[in-house]
């Protein structure tokens, strides 16, 4: 039995797609037919991955995006509808994590946290959301983290941006539901394999992150993919709320 209906056809925007959970969750999509639409900030690499997507048959649109830019978010709204007519699935991925303990934090890392993790994919969703409404139907997919569930040392200010990411999609959820049918999907994966470690400004909340990495099969961002997949690709009467994901050997 099929696990997935068929989503051919169907368009996708994905930010964050330059790397990571967003570029192998553009890859899963365009594998099942689905036009996707790239958006990240690093051009090159958005048209590197269109170029493997396109060899494979697949489908693409880059667009370079910054979601902390509102006139961004509104030319890639406007350039997917241009090309493909409609929006059907949005996958809100993009996002930064500096871990620091709040008394020795840079506060312009709080705001870029707060801008990207949590306003963006507000902000973008609201964008796209009228012409889902007009559509008749969506599914919107926000990435959170097991850190918007428990916060940790050093994670207090990412986690907090990741609280609100649960937050506004189950308030979200329940605002669309029904006769909108639109579909909201929250993901927290737990550690995964990523860049977003590099990123980390506290070396030791840095040393700590890659440590953990190494102590365990930590999840890859295909892993992540397959879920997201998964949860967009289920009948129209079937909504996927919430998938906690964690390495089988993550306690916490």
Request: glycine share 8%; aromatic share 4%; charged share 25%.
């Amino acid at each position: 039995m099929d696990l997935i209906e068929d989503i051919g056809g169907k368009v996708a925007i994905v930010t964050g797609a330059s790397s990571g959970i967003g570029e192998a969750t553009a890859k899963s999509l365009a594998d099942e037919g689905t036009h996707v639409v790239l958006a990240a900030r690093r051009e090159a690499e958005l048209h590197d991955l269109a170029d493997q997507i396109e060899s494979n048959g697949g489908d693409t649109l880059v667009i370079p995006t910054d979601v902390t830019s509102e006139a961004d978010i509104e030319e890639l709204v406007d350039q997917t509808v241009a090309e493909f007519g409609q929006v059907d699935i949005l996958v809100n991925n993009a996002g930064v994590m500096l871990l620091e303990e709040v008394q020795d934090a840079d506060t312009d890392n709080f705001q870029q946290m707060v801008d990207v993790n949590l306003s963006g994919l507000m902000k973008l969703t609201h964008a796209v959301l009228p012409i889902m409404q007009d559509h008749g139907a969506g599914h919107i997919v926000n990435i959170s983290s097991v850190a918007g569930r428990k916060s940790f040392p050093g994670s207090s200010a990412y986690s907090a941006t990741k609280f609100g990411v649960n937050g506004f999609s189950e308030g979200l959820r329940q605002e669309v539901t029904g006769e909108d049918d639109i579909r909201v999907t929250l993901i927290e994966p737990g550690y995964v394999d990523t860049e977003l470690a590099e990123h980390i400004p506290d070396e030791d909340r840095k040393q700590q992150t890659k440590e953990a990495l190494e102590t365990m099969e930590s999840l890859t961002s295909t892993d992540i993919a397959r879920s997201i997949t998964y949860a967009v690709g289920q009948p129209a009467h079937v909504d996927v709320n919430e998938l906690l994901i964690r390495p089988t050997h993550q306690e916490l």
